[in-house]
């Protein structure tokens, strides 16, 4: 069964350091992938969609890799703030499905001043 | 532009009663996507719903949950009979016309406590 794996435990930085988050999926390979982020109490909001035939995508102090070998996703926040304390959601599409998103459990991140 | 809006926030009841959860998508979207989020875990696919018509219900429970998106109005997700598993956090997505495939823009969610 297809199955999306992130880091369960915090990752916890200082202020100013680059945050790399991963995101594993295994036994079928995603058109796309969607990283979200989520405040506690608030629905998940849009960050970086990257495709398959994309390496890497970029916004602002966010970066987004796409390795289709290895089966995996890297989030990297450049400069991070307190302010990007949050959770970090990894979201490939499902199968052959070009709508329903599987959603990791996500990784919490914790930005020290 | 008003981001999707759902409502009740909160919602309690108690178990047999039934829960209504409303949602209006962003302006100038016609796609809806249902999701449910349990405590530490995952957001899990339910519904995707067009106006008038629903095209994948495969993540939905077979008994006492529906779910419409009607011509005029708010998509409903209605739970019958609630029972404690019910409770968890019920987001709504949606995303423009030729919109699978494009980003799905989410709610604040509703989150639904049975007693």
């Known amino acids: 069964s297809q199955k999306i794996e992130q880091n369960s435990e915090a990752l916890n930085i200082q202020e100013g350091k680059t945050a790399t988050l991963t995101c594993n999926y295994t036994?079928?390979?995603?058109?796309?992938l969607q990283w979200y982020r989520q405040d506690p109490g608030r629905g998940p909001v849009f960050l970086l969609l990257?495709?398959?035939?994309?390496k890497e995508k970029r916004k602002e102090r966010l970066k987004v890799t796409f390795d289709t070998t290895l089966k995996q996703s890297l989030f990297h926040i450049t400069a991070s703030q307190p302010a990007d304390s949050a959770t970090y959601l990894c979201?490939?599409?499902?199968?052959?499905?070009?709508?329903?998103?599987?959603f990791g459990s996500g990784t919490r991140l914790l930005v020290r001043p | 532009n008003a981001g999707v809006m759902q409502n009740p926030r909160h919602l309690v009841r108690r178990r047999g009663q039934e829960a209504r959860l409303r949602c209006s998508p962003m302006?100038?979207?016609?796609?809806v996507y249902w999701y449910r989020q349990l405590p530490e875990e995952g957001l899990k696919f339910m519904v995707y719903?067009?106006?008038?018509?629903?095209?994948?219900e495969s993540g939905m429970p077979k008994e006492r949950f529906s779910a419409e998106f009607p011509k005029e109005g708010p998509s409903i997700l209605r739970i019958q009979q609630v029972v404690r598993g019910d409770s968890a956090a019920y987001f709504c997505?949606?995303?423009?016309?030729?919109?699978?495939?494009?980003?799905?823009?989410f709610g604040p969610g509703t989150r639904l406590l049975v007693l």
């Open positions: 997505a949606s995303s423009p016309p030729g919109g699978e495939g494009e980003t799905q823009y």
């Open positions: 036994n079928y390979s995603p058109a796309y």
């Open positions: 990257i495709r398959e035939n994309e």
């Open positions: 979201a490939p599409l499902e199968g052959d499905s070009s709508y329903k998103l599987i």
């Open positions: 302006k100038g979207h016609s796609h």
């Open positions: 719903l067009q106006k008038e018509n629903i095209i994948d």
